[in-house]
């Protein structure tokens, strides 16, 4: 398809387990981001992706949560020995060229993850 | 931090025009103003952007005062598929600062018949 897609749909997982959540941008787009959004919320940012380089990494919440991007495509969240508030919709979402103010942000569908 | 605040909820009835105003004082210089509507179990559906006056499109026009503080989505004749959660977002896409990119919480429409 042509739009942002993310893998899995839904996680459910035990408390302690780690995750990866998987996101592939609209190809093109050289800048990927990272939100959280919990029941009933808005937006939470995480992290951001200029290709391969993340240059903001200030919403990331723990240093259980960590992100990678390779090849300037696909992006990967990892969460580490998952919590029960870490239960949420992760969002990603990219644009034509992050370095570009004026650029609209084109989102998946999310990962609803749920932890026991 | 461009922060902005919205009404949480609105009610409008079909055929009827909705006016949804974001207020976000401390807009800065190189600012964009960009609006987004989620259905449930969806992301975020980007709809309008602007910087300053009146920018129209086939959905929507959005209204930007001289002072940028606030600015208004007009939604025209609203229909029962415009219950969503519209999301007013303020700020460039890419800061080089630590300053995160922040969306309010929304302010929920419910059209009715």
């Known amino acids: 398809g042509a739009g942002v897609s993310q893998s899995p749909s839904n996680k459910v997982t035990e408390k302690g387990k780690d995750v990866e959540l998987r996101c592939d941008p609209i190809s093109g787009h050289t800048a990927l981001y990272w939100y959280r959004q919990s029941l009933g919320q ?12 993340a240059p903001d990494k200030s919403g990331l919440p723990s240093d259980r949560f960590s992100a990678e991007r390779t090849g300037g495509s696909v992006s ?9 508030e870490d239960s949420a919709v992760y969002l990603c979402a990219s644009s034509l060229d992050g ?9 998946g569908d999310g990962t609803r993850l749920s932890i026991l | 931090l461009a922060k902005t605040t919205q009404p949480i909820s609105m009610d409008s009835y079909e055929g009827q025009e909705v006016n949804i105003t974001c207020s976000h004082n401390n807009i ?19 709809i309008i952007q602007g910087y300053k006056t009146k920018v129209t499109n086939e959905v929507a026009s959005l209204f930007i005062p001289a002072d940028r503080k606030s600015s208004t ?20 896409i890419m800061d080089t600062g630590r300053r995160a990119l922040t969306f309010g919480s929304g302010t929920r429409l419910q059209v009715q018949p």
């Open chain 1, 42 to 53: 808005g937006l939470e940012f995480l992290i951001y992706f200029q290709g391969n380089s």
């Open chain 1, 99 to 107: 370095l570009a103010a004026n650029q609209p942000q084109h989102f």
């Open chain 2, 28 to 46: 800065a210089t190189n600012d964009y103003i960009t609006w987004y509507q989620q259905f449930p179990s969806q992301g975020p559906r980007f």
């Open chain 1, 76 to 84: 990967t969240l990892t969460i580490q020995r998952t919590q029960q």
């Open chain 2, 73 to 92: 989505l007009s939604l025209p004749r609203v229909s029962l598929s415009d219950t969503a959660v519209y999301y007013c977002l303020v700020g460039p």
